[in-house]
């Protein structure tokens, strides 16, 4: 059970007038609760508080978070007691993706001390949603800070009466919104992470950052910007279900690697629901996955380049052998000439039985409410019927348990974010080669200590495993700097860790990643 020992006071500030030098976020709220983890009661103070950003000294944004520091030591303290849970505590920076996500998706699915209480398999529960104390929470070996950026969970930008900071673009029909852009919404991270570790005195922890999703982009190009520009040394990088190349997240029939990448989690699905004709007696379905994607390189790749050029005969016989790993009629991907997207796989793997699968995993099915209809436009059974569970967690975690006051809404995933998300590091307008996967590398090299874990979920079609299995033989790695990184899938989705057995596992392989530094 959570106790609650105290919470502070809180009342929303009003941001509608001109912002002076000393401007003030709303109050947040303090508490100390208490949480059991594996038979072991854990005392920490949480925290749900703004950090105001600025820019020329004048405030600009409100950055919400929620911290956990354990109280009395525990794992990973190395001197120091009390409410700031040990200053040479590790302490670890978390937030979502998106662009437009909050920080809640990691926190209440498997990160903080107490989680949804989702099915073995990641099944959303039926409500009402109940929150468990977690066995796998991170703060047994670290203190915790979950970050929403600007737009996100309850961080807002700061309004100006006389100079908007949102104003329309008329070229675009868009909102120009300052920290909705990958530069700036870096910069607002680092931000953040100065003026957490000065507010706090945590500049002697070993920092460590972990980011899902766009989150993993982000932490991929923190790696460098971190260390380059705001002095924050990092022991450690955490890249869950990562979507590190652009490039690689949009195909077309004139080009082949989204279509490599995706193809092994298609034939992981296959497996899943029955459906795949080269599964092996005995084969569990990560291996087949892996098959699929050793195919895929041989034989597909030269089909996917050079279509008619290979010859009819053995273009034809490769997209066979393709249809039958991933479950599709031969005639159908042949003429697609291999080129499935993710979306008509979800829809039609599993049509004869009114049923489409989930883009974010695609082990899970739900009814297709519109079985007559060619295109998907069914509800996602991983994004979106676990919206509401997230929900629940979040505002009975911030608002009761820590006791914050405020009228705000917690936008857990914003499209408005997302829709005017901008690339403000383009210089030209044919600059198309937009990733993080280069900042990782100079990461790793400016800082020879930090370790990396790359990871995915093997039926997760949006961020597909394959991606992170080709990019880390990609790096030219020396084999100290490989030695640093460890690249590791687990059954289940985008949020593979919802699953039981994939929490669990992702639990032991992060402690030991903490356990291994210094």
Same mark, same amino acid.
């Given at each position: ?368 409410p519109y079985p007559d209809r ?14 509401? &569970?997230?929900?629940?967690? +979040?505002?009975?975690? /911030?608002?009761?348990?820590?006791? $914050? *006051?405020? @009228? #705000?809404?917690?936008? !857990? ?48 079609? &949006?961020?597909?495993?394959? +991606?992170?299995?080709? /990019?880390s033989n990609l790096m030219k $790695? *020396?084999? @100290? #700097?490989?030695?640093? !990184? ?33």
């Amino acid at each position: 059970m959570t106790e609650q020992k105290s919470a502070g006071e809180a009342s929303a500030a009003d941001t509608s007038a001109e912002t002076p030098q000393d401007y003030r976020p709303p109050r947040g709220a303090r508490t100390t609760l208490r949480s059991t983890a594996r038979g072991a009661t854990l005392t920490y103070e949480a925290e749900a508080d703004w950090i105001v950003l600025r820019k020329d000294e004048k405030p600009t944004a409100e950055m919400f978070y929620v911290r956990y520091f354990l109280q009395g030591g525990g794992e990973g303290a190395r001197g120091g007691e009390g409410g700031d849970g040990g200053a040479r505590r590790p302490l670890t920076f978390v937030f979502n993706g998106g662009p437009g996500a909050s920080s809640v998706y990691l926190h209440f699915g498997a990160v903080g001390p107490r989680r949804v209480d989702f099915q073995d398999r990641g099944v959303p529960p039926d409500a009402p949603n109940i929150l468990v104390d977690n066995d796998e929470t991170w703060l047994q070996f670290t203190d915790l800070v979950f970050i929403d950026p600007v737009g996100t969970g309850f961080s807002r930008m700061i309004p100006e009466k006389k100079k908007p900071t949102e104003k329309p673009a008329p070229e675009e029909g868009k909102k120009e919104v300052e920290y909705w852009g990958l530069k700036r919404d870096l910069e607002s991270i680092g931000e953040f992470a100065r003026k957490f570790l000065s507010r706090f005195h945590r500049w002697d922890s070993a920092v460590y950052i972990a980011g899902e999703s766009y989150g993993g982009f982000r932490v991929a190009k923190l790696a460098r910007m971190l260390q380059e520009k705001y002095g924050v040394g990092l022991a450690g990088a955490i890249l869950i279900s990562p979507a590190l190349e652009f490039t690689l997240l949009d195909g077309s029939d004139y080009d082949t690697m989204m279509w490599l990448d995706t193809f092994p989690t298609m034939a992981g699905a296959a497996a899943f629901h029955g459906r795949a004709r080269r599964l092996e007696d005995g084969e569990d379905h990560r291996a087949y996955a892996r098959r699929a994607g050793q195919f895929a390189l041989a034989e597909l790749l030269p089909v996917l380049a050079a279509g008619d050029l290979v010859g009819v005969e053995k273009k034809n016989g490769v997209l066979d052998t393709a249809a039958d790993f991933i479950g599709l009629p031969r005639e159908l991907v042949r003429a697609k000439n291999g080129r499935v997207r993710i979306e008509w796989f979800v829809k039609n793997l599993l049509r004869d039985r009114g049923l489409h699968l989930g883009l974010y995993d695609a082990s899970m099915t739900v009814k297709d409410p519109y079985p007559d209809r060619d295109e998907w436009t069914g509800p996602d059974p991983t994004l979106h019927m676990a919206e509401r &569970v997230f929900a629940s967690a +979040a505002n009975t975690q /911030i608002r009761r348990s820590i006791g $914050l *006051d405020t @009228d #705000r809404d917690y936008d !857990l995933l914003s499209d408005e974010v997302n829709q005017n998300w901008k690339v403000d590091t383009r210089k030209h307008a044919l600059d198309s080669q937009v990733g993080a996967t280069d900042d990782l590398r100079y990461g790793m090299s400016l800082n020879p200590g930090m370790r990396v874990y790359l990871t995915h979920g093997v039926y997760d079609l &949006v961020t597909p495993f394959f +991606a992170a299995d080709r /990019i880390s033989n990609l790096m030219k $790695l *020396d084999e @100290d #700097r490989r030695k640093m !990184l460890v690249v590791k899938h687990h059954l289940g989705g985008h949020m593979f860790y919802t699953w039981s057995e994939s929490r669990r596992e992702l639990f032991e392989d992060i402690r030991g990643l903490y356990g291994s530094a210094g």
